[in-house]
């Protein structure tokens, strides 16, 4: 399939930029350019009934949402949500349209978490902060689902696995945006769509050298969830991939792993689509449906309906 029309635009006006690229400037610089970047694309932030700042231990920041019309003593089951980013850039500000459109469209509690990145604090410092998060909200909620978008994705998947194998706290669905599950770096797909749609072989190189400086650690599970030995008794998921993407094949790998090895496995790719892209509902109307697909297989899940 060819890319959507308005993704066509949207790569021609970033050609155009007189930005430089992420993996040619310092992580604090990239972090402004991603940010400001990706909020003239989001769409307008919708308004919920809660949203502020909390501390898990560690202590680890979170931005805490209630949707529209909660009521402060609702009982709410609770998604907490891992921002993208390549585990160096992103924030609760780059994510903070999606999480309100998530907590209003599931009806659910969503927490950010504001987890430590490189190259400042190298891996596994994000994995453990995400961990005592998710630890942390599953103690105030009797439903826990854990979801992320790329390096969020990650996280997510790393968190569900990690819950598995010590025993808690129950996560019950796991919602996966183009998920980054393989440090190698050697699908296909890396190769296919690695330069021209944003996400570019060269910027996921930069940001796995700040994240991942001990070459070591490109085979730990923690950072290559695709290489943990089994992804038996994982709790469903929704897995969204995009067809231009360097991310896909792993992304698709992933889902259909988990499938084989008896997980509940819900799974969708936008061929016509480009890493990021559910961020960009400003501009881009199938990111909405996306986000609105996310927050019916949320309610589902937390309904214990299978679909």
């Excluded at 609760?92 to 400042?120: F, I, K």
């Excluded at 067809?243 to 008896?262: Q, T």
């Excluded at 480009?274 to 899940?301: M, P, W």
């Amino acid at each position: 399939m060819s890319l959507h029309p308005k993704i066509v635009q949207l790569l021609e006006r970033a050609a155009q930029s007189p930005l430089p690229q992420l993996y040619e400037v310092p992580a604090h610089v990239a972090r402004r350019i991603y940010r400001d970047t990706r909020a003239a694309l989001a769409p307008q932030a919708p308004e919920v009934a809660e949203s502020r700042l909390t501390l898990a231990p560690g202590p680890v920041a979170l931005r805490a949402y209630r949707p529209l019309g909660a009521k402060p003593d609702d009982a709410l089951p609770a998604l907490v949500y891992f921002h993208g980013g390549g585990w160096v850039i992103g924030d609760l500000d780059t994510h903070d349209v999606l999480c309100r459109q998530l907590a209003n469209g599931a009806r659910c509690a969503v927490y950010s978490v504001d987890y430590r990145m490189g190259p400042e604090h190298p891996f596994p410092a994000a994995v453990e902060d995400c961990i005592a998060a998710t630890r942390f909200v599953a103690s105030r909620h009797a439903q826990v689902a854990v979801g992320g978008d790329s390096a969020g994705g990650n996280l997510a998947t790393v968190v569900a696995l990690h819950a598995r194998d010590a025993g808690g706290p129950a996560i019950a669905y796991q919602l996966l945006i183009y998920p980054a599950t393989d440090q190698r770096l050697a699908h296909p797909s890396i190769r296919r769509n690695g330069e021209g749609y944003l996400l570019t072989k060269k910027s996921m190189d930069y940001f796995q050298a700040q994240y991942l400086p001990n070459k070591s650690d490109l085979l730990d599970w923690r950072a290559s969830p695709l290489l943990a030995r089994s992804l038996a008794g994982l709790p469903p998921a929704y897995v969204i991939t995009a067809g231009y993407d360097p991310l896909l094949d792993e992304g698709r790998e992933y889902a259909e792993r988990m499938a084989k090895e008896g997980v509940d496995v819900s799974y969708r790719e936008y061929a016509d689509m480009i890493h990021g892209f559910i961020l960009f509902g400003g501009v881009l109307d199938t990111a909405n449906a996306a986000v609105q697909e996310c927050c019916e297989k949320l309610r589902n899940a937390f309904a214990g309906v299978t679909a």
